[in-house]
């Protein structure tokens, strides 16, 4: 059990002897020698264990945590959506119907998440014999896990279903929504159990279970979203001045393969392992984000604006962050550096359409994200997917402190939590740090990392910033040839309070019968 990756179908495969003899007419007609419930499921330890990996095992779905959670962060400035997927494109534009396929399909996949952990937190208590550490622990992972699922449910489409325990013991599955901050009070009731429960740090066996400090983490991310500065101070607080979850020493170890295993600044994350990888059921990031020519698939290429946000001495997660035009990487073999010029004429013809596949062999914007793309080190040229995808980091926490002292307390108060993660990027500290610096922070320390859209989100609502500005700007492409700082899509238009959440999906609102509403506007 070193690596979470494990396939919870595996664990629980049932293998029936058929024995076809020749007399046999119909050798599948056996009567079946055993099945499973969820109700007999959970007898042992061991069936605890494989059971609360099966929870983990939803968050290498594609169609949820490993790639289709980007295509809400392609509507910010940070990126330009690329690939044959309409619906992305209709997202990074505002043009948003509730038959979208993807706004369906993140739906199910995080209930399914929700609906493994409340099976886990029902049953683990009844376990009769276990070892005690060991059940607290499940029963933490359990409810953290939960609780994730409703936190991005609520940062998408506001407004969700909240399906218990006693939803799950009664059936009763077809439920109305519950308002944005009823969603958020049971979140946070999870995560304050899962604190609880949860221990500070594991051993390597069991490296990538989350901790007591994804637990604060999370609470410090969601009282920020409700504006609790004191709350989100106290709980991040928790988290940076525990030395289980420092920073790494190099800001580029949280995107290493063999850095990230045994660093502390990954407070949660997918912890994908390349001989466990299964395209046709786990997607590991790496595909979505690696460069085509370089047998990624190339979703989400950045914006010349975001590569225009790194101060010129902030070369350490520039280059960490972004992949250009001639760059290269160790260990790819097939293509050492990016190279666009031989697909020009057909990028200069397409730039503009609003579908359609680009050429494999180049970004539409000349960048692409670098953090989720690494190579396997015999030299064989394939993606490595023991590259971990962090979804929670020590220094996003460090900026949401700061953030939340600046806003209770004024310009400076934030200094020390700033200056931490600048000093680490080997940049100069900052004196009367307000807002204005600490959005910068934020959007160069976490960029690409499905983090900025929210932020512009939560950041417009209480008017810290304007997105009508924003969003308004064209996204272009690099100024380098043969790009030219060609306007890949142009300025939108942000409509409130509508884009603040996508719309709950059509097919759900058809298969409750009207019991679930659609969001306003929509």
């Not at 509730?98 to 739906?107: A, E, F, N, R």
């Not at 939803?167 to 995560?191: I, Q, T």
């Not at 604060?216 to 101070?233: P, R, V």
């Not at 914007?365 to 080190?377: C, E, L, S, V």
Request: proline content about 5%; charged content about 20%; some cysteine.
């Amino acid at each position: 059990m070193k690596f979470l990756h494990k396939t919870i179908c595996s664990l629980l495969l049932i293998t029936s002897i058929v024995v076809l003899g020749g007399c046999n007419k119909n050798p599948l007609d056996q009567k079946p020698t055993g099945s499973y419930t969820t109700g007999n499921y959970w007898r042992n330890q061991d069936d605890v264990i494989a059971g609360v990996l099966g929870i983990y095992n939803v968050l290498y779905v594609e169609d949820w945590i490993g790639h289709d959670l980007y295509a809400f962060d392609d509507q910010s400035d940070d990126i330009c959506v690329d690939g044959d997927h309409p619906d992305f494109k209709a997202i990074e534009r505002f043009n948003i119907d509730p038959s979208l396929q993807l706004i369906y399909i993140t739906w199910p996949f995080a209930y399914e998440q929700i609906e493994r952990a409340n099976n886990a937190i029902i049953y683990i208590p009844k376990v009769p014999v276990m070892d005690d550490a060991i059940r607290n622990r499940s029963l933490g992972e359990a409810y953290f896990l939960r609780a994730y699922a409703y936190f991005v449910l609520n940062q998408i489409y506001g407004e969700v279903p909240l399906i218990k325990e006693d939803n799950v013991l009664n059936g009763n599955y077809n439920v109305a929504k519950s308002s944005v901050d009823s969603v958020r009070a049971f979140v946070e009731a999870d995560l304050l159990k899962a604190a609880d429960l949860l221990p500070e740090t594991y051993g390597d066996a069991d490296r990538g279970r989350v901790s007591k400090g994804a637990a604060w983490g999370l609470l410090t991310k969601l009282y920020m979203f409700e504006d609790k500065f004191q709350n989100a101070i106290t709980y991040g607080t928790k988290v940076i001045s525990n030395a289980n979850y420092a920073l790494a020493p190099n800001y580029a170890d949280n995107f290493t393969v063999g850095s990230q295993e045994s660093n502390s600044e990954l407070l949660f994350a997918v912890w994908n392992k390349s001989s466990e990888a299964s395209p046709s059921n786990q997607s590991p990031i790496s595909i979505y984000f690696s460069p085509r020519a370089w047998q990624g698939w190339g979703f989400h290429h950045p914006t010349q604006n975001f590569a225009d946000e790194f101060e010129p001495k902030d070369s350490v997660r520039k280059h960490t962050t972004l992949l250009a035009v001639g760059d290269s990487i160790p260990n790819q073999t097939s293509l050492n550096t990016i190279d666009a010029s031989n697909a020009y004429q057909m990028f200069a013809g397409m730039v503009g359409q609003q579908t359609g596949r680009m050429l494999p062999s180049y970004s539409t914007t000349g960048y692409y994200i670098k953090k989720y793309t690494a190579y396997m080190p015999n030299g064989d040229g394939n993606l490595d997917f023991d590259l971990k995808q962090p979804l929670l980091r020590t220094s996003d926490i460090y900026l949401l402190v700061a953030e939340a002292k600046i806003r209770l307390s004024g310009n400076g108060s934030g200094d020390a939590e700033i200056n931490a993660v600048r000093k680490r990027a080997g940049l100069a500290t900052l004196s009367n740090a307000g807002m204005p610096e600490l959005i910068h922070e934020r959007r160069v320390e976490l960029g690409g990392e499905n983090i900025r859209w929210q932020d512009l989100l939560r950041w417009d609502k209480d008017k810290l910033v304007n997105l009508d500005t924003i969003v308004s700007k064209p996204k272009a492409a690099s100024p380098l040839a043969p790009y030219n700082g060609t306007v890949i899509i142009p300025g939108r238009t942000f409509t409130r309070p509508k884009d603040y959440y996508m719309p709950i999906p059509q097919q759900i609102i058809d298969e409750s019968k009207g019991i679930i509403k659609q969001n306003p506007n929509y």
